[in-house]
């Protein structure tokens, strides 16, 4: 009989055991995503590459160019080119149009230029690129547009999604010329 009692203890403590490290385990696991993730953002803030790179982890093609020598434009300019944009209503309620001529610049220096830099391939993906410009200026009303704090912010923001779109900071800048407010 107390062969029996001591066995139950020794199985229910084994079931406590194996308890308690499932919840140890989840706790640590949990923790050490988290850190992964935090570690994750903080090299992409940094831009470090996460193999190390030959340059140190740093990454080697700096997004803006060394001199006016290593810029080439491509954008919507002309009059069959132009954007007209259906801005969102402002504060009197109407809804308003913008029609920009819109011109990125691109760093003839970095690698990824003679890749995606090619007339071919940003013809390619014009409309994808016109698609990003598009709706990321309806996201604003005319009077916000007209605030050059807002309008930096709108243009930093095309610039960004332009990057993702060809994966590469080989495009570094977009301006707006001929706008006009209807």
Request: net charge negative.
């Amino acid at each position: 009989m107390k062969k029996n009692l001591l066995s139950i203890i020794i199985l229910a403590l084994l079931v406590v055991n194996i308890a308690m490290t499932g919840f140890m385990l989840l706790s640590v696991m949990t923790t050490n995503s988290q850190t992964a993730k935090l570690v994750s953002d903080i090299a992409v803030a940094l831009e470090l590459e996460a193999s190390g790179g030959a340059g140190g982890g740093f990454a080697l093609e700096p997004s803006e160019p060394a001199g006016v020598n290593e810029i080439a434009t491509f954008g919507f300019v002309g009059n069959q080119d132009r954007l007209t944009i259906n801005l969102k209503p402002g504060s009197d309620g109407k809804s308003h149009m913008m029609v920009v001529e819109v011109v990125f610049s691109m760093n003839m220096g970095n690698a990824d230029y003679a890749t995606y830099g090619s007339s071919e391939s940003l013809a390619s993906m014009r409309d994808l690129v016109k698609s990003i410009v598009t709706e990321t200026l309806a996201d604003y009303s005319m009077e916000e547009l007209q605030q050059k704090e807002v309008s930096q912010e709108a243009r930093s923001k095309i610039v960004e999604k332009v990057q993702e779109l060809f994966n590469s900071n080989f495009i570094y800048d977009v301006n707006f010329s001929s706008v006009i407010y209807q």
